[in-house]
């Protein structure tokens, strides 16, 4: 339990792993089912799999995608199933930002506002084309994508992404939380 590393990462791997292209022997597939099976595994990650079964989304909704990101939660798509199904009022108690609708200029500081409220770590999904890129609205009053003002972990196609293409997005980044790729917020700046 007190490993930091994969056993293979601590030097139990044959010289296949060096030759660039091969993938992982024979050895190494048997070492990772064993230490599935014996549940041999680092704190970070029980810390990460425990998260990604108790991530609350925050109550956002901005416009038509707003629709369809409220129905994940009826008993026909049952985000329950995800440990997800409470959408916290406060961004305080929230660390999943779904932003649902195309973002007005005027819309851009609140939102903000709301993210930097939110604890880490956070993730942000831009729902839609519109979250995603302005979508049909490009003209003055719409920020042609929210990523110019929050870092984006997951962009969600569509106008607009019906629910199962939001609950698949929520499956990625679920994956990826597992996998150990850090926050969006942790890879890069703010695209301005
Ligand atoms: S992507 Fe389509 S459904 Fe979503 S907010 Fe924009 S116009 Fe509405």
Redesign the pocket.
Same mark, same amino acid.
């Given at each position: 339990m007190a490993l930091d590393k994969p056993l293979k990462d601590l030097g139990l791997h044959s010289e296949r792993v060096l030759w660039e292209g091969k993938g992982p022997g024979k050895f190494e597939q048997e070492l990772a089912a064993l230490e599935s099976k014996v549940s041999l595994t680092t704190l970070q990650k029980a810390v990460a799999w425990s998260q990604t079964k108790s991530m609350w989304p925050d109550t956002f909704g901005l &416009?038509?995608?707003a629709i369809e990101m409220m129905s994940i939660v009826s008993a026909r798509y049952d985000i329950a199933r995800f440990g997800m199904e409470a959408f916290r009022s406060s961004p305080r108690q929230a660390d999943l930002l779904i932003v649902s *609708?195309?973002v007005a200029h005027k819309m851009a500081a609140p939102l903000r506002q709301i993210y930097d409220q939110m604890l880490e770590p956070k993730w942000v999904i831009a729902m *839609? &084309?519109?979250a995603s890129s302005g *979508?049909?609205f490009n003209n003055y009053t719409i920020l042609q994508g929210v990523d110019r003002i929050v870092p984006v972990d997951i962009y969600i196609p569509f106008?607009?992404p019906r629910p199962e293409a939001l609950m698949e997005g929520i499956i990625r980044l679920h994956e990826a939380h597992l996998a150990g790729i850090p926050p969006a917020y942790e890879r890069r700046e703010v695209a301005t």
């Amino acid at each position: 339990m007190a490993l930091d590393k994969p056993l293979k990462d601590l030097g139990l791997h044959s010289e296949r792993v060096l030759w660039e292209g091969k993938g992982p022997g024979k050895f190494e597939q048997e070492l990772a089912a064993l230490e599935s099976k014996v549940s041999l595994t680092t704190l970070q990650k029980a810390v990460a799999w425990s998260q990604t079964k108790s991530m609350w989304p925050d109550t956002f909704g901005l &416009a038509c995608c707003a629709i369809e990101m409220m129905s994940i939660v009826s008993a026909r798509y049952d985000i329950a199933r995800f440990g997800m199904e409470a959408f916290r009022s406060s961004p305080r108690q929230a660390d999943l930002l779904i932003v649902s *609708g195309r973002v007005a200029h005027k819309m851009a500081a609140p939102l903000r506002q709301i993210y930097d409220q939110m604890l880490e770590p956070k993730w942000v999904i831009a729902m *839609g &084309a519109c979250a995603s890129s302005g *979508g049909m609205f490009n003209n003055y009053t719409i920020l042609q994508g929210v990523d110019r003002i929050v870092p984006v972990d997951i962009y969600i196609p569509f106008c607009p992404p019906r629910p199962e293409a939001l609950m698949e997005g929520i499956i990625r980044l679920h994956e990826a939380h597992l996998a150990g790729i850090p926050p969006a917020y942790e890879r890069r700046e703010v695209a301005t």
